[in-house]
C-alpha cells in the first residue's frame, strides 16, 4: 500500500469507535510501509451537500450552465481522482439508524457518475474504478452482523462494487454501546490480522 484514502464519517470524532479502528489500521500501515502517503477525508466535518435537481444534473448529465453545477463536477472529479489514485481504501462507518451514515450517502451520491466511474454495457452495471482493496469498518452499539437486519453491510459491498470496488474486506465493530472496550479489543486483532 503506497496511497492510502482514509475515508471517515462519525460524527463522534476522536471518541468514535469507527474512527479509533480506522486510526489504528493506518498506524499499522505507516509501520509496515513509511513511505506511505495518506490522503484523509473527514465527510463529517468536510461533508458533500446533499443531491439537489440542479447538481443531480451536474453529476448524472454533465450539465454547468450554473456555478452551483460548475461546483458539484469539481467535488465530484476531486472525490473520484481521490479513489482512483489510491491503492487502498479505508473507510470508517457508524451504523446510524440501521445504516450508513447520511454524509457517506451523499458521497456516493457524488462518486457514482455514469460513464465516469460505472457504465450498463450488454451485462449490466460495469464499475470503471481501479478494483482496489477496500477495508470498510462498521461500528454498531448492537450486535448486527450476519443478522437479517443487517441492511449495512450488504448495501455497502453493493455500493462500492457498483463503481468497481468489489475487494471488500469488512471489519465490525459490535455491542460497543455495552461492552466498548471489548468490541475494540476484537477489532484491533482483526485489524493485526491485515498485516
Avoid at 470508517?92 to 457504465?119: E, H, M, Q, W
Amino acid at each position: 500500500m503506497n496511497n492510502i484514502l482514509v475515508l471517515k464519517t462519525s460524527v463522534n470524532g476522536e471518541k468514535s469507535f469507527s474512527n479509533k479502528v480506522v486510526d489504528a489500521i493506518v498506524a499499522k500501515a505507516k509501520a509496515t510501509s513509511p513511505d506511505v502517503t495518506i490522503t484523509e477525508r473527514d465527510l463529517n466535518q468536510h461533508g458533500v451537500p446533499v443531491l439537489t435537481a440542479e447538481t443531480a444534473a451536474a453529476i448524472r448529465a454533465g450539465l454547468s450552465e450554473s456555478a452551483v453545477q460548475q461546483q458539484a463536477i469539481a467535488l465530484a472529479d476531486t472525490l473520484i481522482s481521490e479513489l482512483k489514485n489510491a491503492d487502498h481504501i479505508i473507510i470508517g462507518l457508524p451504523r446510524y439508524n440501521f445504516t450508513a451514515p447520511a454524509s457517506f450517502k451523499a458521497y456516493v451520491d457524488y462518486i457514482a457518475r455514469p460513464r465516469v466511474t460505472f457504465r450498463y454495457g450488454v451485462n449490466g452495471p460495469e464499475g470503471l474504478l481501479p478494483d482496489v482493496g477496500v477495508t470498510v469498518v462498521i461500528a454498531s452499539g448492537g450486535s448486527y452482523a450476519g443478522q437479517p437486519y443487517d441492511f449495512m453491510t450488504g448495501w455497502v459491498k453493493q455500493v462500492l462494487g457498483f463503481v468497481g470496488l468489489v475487494n471488500v474486506n469488512v471489519i465490525h465493530v459490535e455491542n460497543t454501546a455495552m461492552a466498548g472496550e471489548q468490541a475494540l479489543a476484537q477489532a484491533y486483532e482483526a485489524v493485526d490480522k491485515l498485516f
